[in-house]
């Protein structure tokens, strides 16, 4: 199983900013998936989740209303798009998948992990 994400880099504050994670070796319509971030000496913050069954979504307070989660099960890939972003966002963001969505949303006992792709805000 690999996830791999991609589109993190540095952009300017109020910018936007689109995040991906392809899935390999796990079919996605059975996994609940999730967005994560770390802040250096900070801990792990969920950001957004996507639950397998019906698609429901549930996102971090600190990003509702910027952040959306998506998924393509064709192409076996979730996104995050950012938007409005602030220096407070800058971070190393996760993707992740675990057939539980409850693990998803708790941030624990996640099967699988992506290695992360950095997003830096400046302004």
């Known amino acids: 199983v690999r996830l791999v994400e991609s589109g993190g880099a540095l952009v300017e504050a109020g910018g936007s900013l689109r995040l991906s994670c392809a899935a390999s070796g796990l079919d996605l319509r059975l996994y609940s998936m999730g967005w994560f971030r770390q802040a250096p000496g900070k801990e792990r913050e969920f950001v957004a989740g996507i639950r397998w069954s019906d698609g429901r979504i549930f996102y971090g307070d600190s990003v509702k209303g910027r952040f959306a989660i998506s998924r393509d099960n064709a192409e076996n890939t979730i996104s995050l798009q950012l938007n409005s972003l602030k220096a407070e966002d800058s971070a190393v963001y996760f993707c992740?998948?675990?057939?539980?969505?409850?693990?998803?949303?708790?941030?624990?006992?996640?099967?699988?992990w992506g290695q992360g792709t950095q997003v830096t805000v400046f302004s």
């Open positions: 992740a998948a675990d057939r539980y969505t409850v693990s998803i949303t708790r941030g624990n006992q996640i099967e699988h």
